[in-house]
Nanobody
């Protein structure tokens, strides 16, 4: 049974930083690209970032590019999301998810439907 457990969320002020972690079990972690997605109140779930199985490739939503950094430690079966210069519009529940793919190519980037296993989420609230 796949388990993804996020941690690191909290209440911060605009401009602050947070680092989210996601520990996985029940899957061959190094054979999956891993992603972070988020859902704000009243909005649909959206893609945040994704990292290939090796960590050699990363993908970001345009609105997070330059502020967020995704990384992974395959020895610890853990994926991270470093979030800097947080904005009130970043307030959401952040989910860790495993992609069905190991990596992506130039013709096709990560899509929400690629992520079949999700964690329970961690709340990030950014006050202005």
């Amino acid at each position: 049974q796949v388990q993804l457990v996020e941690s690191g969320g909290g209440l911060v002020q605009a401009g602050d930083s947070l680092k989210l972690s996601c520990a996985s079990s029940g899957l061959t972690f190094s054979r999956h690209a891993m992603g972070w997605l988020r859902q704000a109140p009243g909005k649909e779930r959206e893609f945040v970032a994704c990292i290939s199985w090796s960590g050699g490739s990363t993908y970001y939503s345009d609105s997070m590019k330059g502020r967020f950094t995704i990384s992974r430690d395959n020895a610890k079966n853990t994926v991270y999301l470093q979030m800097n210069n947080l904005k009130p519009e970043d307030t959401a529940v952040y989910y860790c998810a495993a992609s069905a793919l190991e990596d992506y190519g130039p013709l096709r980037g990560p899509q929400l439907t690629d992520f079949g296993s999700w964690g329970q989420g961690t709340q990030v609230t950014v006050s202005s």
